[in-house]
């Protein structure tokens, strides 16, 4: 027999051990009587079919009595265009998967779990707690099945499988016990409140084959998120319902498939004054690189606290953010898998901002509030808060160009880039989250606000963004891989060319200009590098605080070899996943 052949007898028999165990797992749930009482909430007898769908808790609650093993569970598939996530969960106390422990694997069409399969490595894993890790795996041949097979032995079951462009994907329970639904392929207009009564959000646990749905009346939508009212039962025992699900439908019709498990977060709730001033949200996407300048420079100006909405980095991100916590920055990640959502991040981080924050910027890692009149934030801040109808403060940009550079500078973007265009270019948000309308909707960094609030413009002599949107064209060509939000096109897209968000000049290729680097310069503007020198430089080497770790942090990524793996990827013809299921 060749090691092969064994392998597989192995997986085989390893299989039939999992499914014996389930089965024995399955009568004890029976028998002792648990999640019984649950299910009363629903003015309907218990059918043990759902066991299934209730395995979480279940196998949790019993798994003293039974140390048996295979309980590490896959949660969720969900297929996107380019890759597919696999959502774990684990039981108590098992240590996490890393890359070196599992394969990606794929069935055939038909097949039993014992039989030849493709296995390949997974791109990236992230998350940290038990349940919640996410593997990302490159797309299955069409027909295929994901699942995981472990290095050591065997599978784990695959998952229910959903497809990325209709699919309700995260669910925050309010302080006004409404759910916030983040959904995909509702197809609603932007900038516009829909009409909810065509809506009715369903709870339960297999909206498949559904054996028990609550529904709740949708109390608004629009864009990309509907408000629904949580029913009680979901309120009062938020503990045993741990694994249930929200969805939506349009009246009449099919329920959308979802991954989205309503989250508790209780709101500290101490009004006024709240825990800082000045927070940010910003969404990220293998920016590791940029992120402490960024992070140093914005908290001398008065920012306190960082949410990153990491877009499934895979650049080493996290000994970045960890460096920075440990030096007091008061910055957390959050693992935003989710493509061209941004709109939708950015309401979710509102959202988690609003009970410890007064106001909250929404900028990329490559902008960066410029004070020029030397004020500090808070002397901006403090001048709006005095009248509490302001509720956003909106401030121009600027545009810097490559200013002659080949090659991303070692003193960082703020020192580095000093030409730009000269005519302001949109402007960006502050917002006080506590203004925000109820609908959520934001479009370009704006948000809707609540009757009675108001934005306004933040002359530019007071503050402005220095926007570093076209750097050296090693950096720059990445925006052509993939646009962040959900109107606007992909540059590799033929439609939409005119649009603004693109760079003017270039087409739908991502071939360097031969004159990149002295494009889009204009004016000369220094104001911020000479702040930044005068601010940040050490007087005897003259170095930047980031400067001295963007070396180690270099050989870092050249190590992990991450680069390499995204290259790949890039490669790959994108080919979209037509029927899956
Ligand atoms: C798989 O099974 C279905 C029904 O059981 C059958 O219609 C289909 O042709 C099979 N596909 C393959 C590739 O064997
Ligand atoms: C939300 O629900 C909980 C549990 O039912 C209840 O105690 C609380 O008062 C409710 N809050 C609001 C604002 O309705
Ligand atoms: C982090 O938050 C604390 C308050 O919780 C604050 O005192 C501190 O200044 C913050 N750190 C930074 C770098 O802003
Ligand atoms: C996250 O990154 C993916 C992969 O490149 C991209 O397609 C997507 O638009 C990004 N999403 C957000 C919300 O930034
Ligand atoms: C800001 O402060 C620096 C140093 O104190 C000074 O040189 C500069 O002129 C000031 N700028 C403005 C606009 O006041
Ligand atoms: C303070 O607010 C007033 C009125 O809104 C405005 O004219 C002024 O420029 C503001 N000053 C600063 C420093 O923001
Ligand atoms: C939210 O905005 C809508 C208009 O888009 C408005 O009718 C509604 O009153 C606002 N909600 C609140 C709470 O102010």
């Not at 302001?390 to 160009?401: I, K, N, P």
Request: net charge neutral; proline share 6%.
């Amino acid at each position: 027999m060749t090691m092969k052949e064994r392998r597989k007898r192995d997986v085989g028999s390893w299989s039939r051990f999992f499914y014996c165990t389930v089965f024995v797992v399955f009568f004890c749930v029976l028998f002792t009587g648990f999640t019984f009482s649950s299910f009363r909430l629903f003015g309907e007898s218990f059918h043990p079919v759902l066991v299934s769908a209730w395995q979480n808790p279940a196998m949790e609650a019993i798994s003293g009595e039974f140390p048996v093993s295979p309980s590490i569970e896959i949660r969720e598939t969900v297929i996107f265009p380019d890759h597919i996530l696999i959502f774990l969960q684990y039981p108590p106390s098992l240590p996490l998967f890393t890359k070196e422990d599992i394969d990606c694997s794929y069935f055939p069409p038909n097949s039993s779990q014992s039989q030849s399969h493709l296995k390949l490595p997974p791109l990236y894993i992230a998350g940290e707690n038990l349940d919640h890790q996410i593997v990302r795996c490159p797309i299955p041949p069409r027909g295929f099945t994901p699942s995981l097979a472990l290095k050591t032995n065997g599978h784990l079951p695959a998952g229910p499988t959903h497809r990325w462009d209709a699919l309700a994907y995260e669910a925050l329970v309010d302080r006004d016990n409404t759910t916030i639904l983040f959904v995909k392929g509702l197809n609603l207009r932007p900038e516009r409140i829909s009409d909810a009564s065509r809506f009715e959000c369903v709870y339960g646990w297999d909206f498949k084959r559904p054996k028990f749905l609550l529904r709740a009346d949708v109390v608004t939508v629009a864009q990309e998120i509907a408000r629904c009212k949580t029913p009680l039962s979901v309120l009062n025992s938020p503990q045993k319902l741990n694994a249930i699900k929200v969805s939506i439908r349009v009246k009449g019709r099919g329920i959308l498939h979802s991954v989205a498990r309503p989250q508790f977060r209780p709101e500290s709730d101490t009004p006024v004054p709240k825990r800082y001033e000045m927070c940010v949200c910003t969404m990220v996407r293998n920016q590791a690189k940029f992120l402490r300048e960024w992070v140093m420079y914005h908290a001398r100006i008065g920012v306190q606290r960082w949410f990153i909405y990491d877009n499934d980095s895979d650049d080493a991100i996290d000994p970045v953010i960890e460096s920075l916590d440990e030096e007091n920055f008061n910055i957390t990640r959050h693992i935003w898998p989710w493509i061209k959502t941004q709109e939708a991040g950015f309401a979710h981080c509102a959202l988690r901002a609003r009970g410890s924050c007064e106001w909250v910027g929404f900028i990329d890692v490559d902008e960066f509030l410029h004070l020029p009149g030397n004020l500090s934030l808070h002397d901006v801040l403090r001048n709006q808060s005095g009248s509490h109808r302001v509720g956003e403060l909106r401030t121009s940009c600027h545009s810097f160009g490559p200013s002659g550079l080949k090659r991303v500078p070692s003193e960082g973007v703020t020192v580095g880039y000093t030409c730009r265009v000269s005519v302001p270019e949109r402007h960006k948000s502050i917002v006080r989250p506590e203004a925000l309308n109820s609908s959520l909707i934001n479009v370009v960094h704006h948000f809707h606000l609540r009757d009675n609030f108001e934005y306004v413009n933040v002359e530019r002599g007071v503050m402005v963004i220095n926007h570093y949107k076209y750097q050296v064209w090693e950096v720059f060509k990445d925006k052509f891989y993939r646009r962040v939000a959900t109107y606007v096109a992909d540059w590799q897209d033929k439609e939409n060319v005119g649009s603004k968000d693109r760079a003017p000049g270039l087409g739908t290729e991502a071939v360097e200009p031969s004159d990149w680097s002295s494009r889009f310069c204009e004016v000369t503007d220094t104001g911020l590098k000479d702040w930044v020198l005068r601010v940040f430089a050490d007087p005897q080497t003259h170095l930047l605080p980031w400067q001295e770790q963007q070396e180690e942090q270099e050989d870092r990524l050249f190590i992990e070899g991450n680069y390499e793996i995204e290259k790949e990827m890039k490669q790959r013809d994108s080919v979209v996943v037509k029927d899956v299921n």
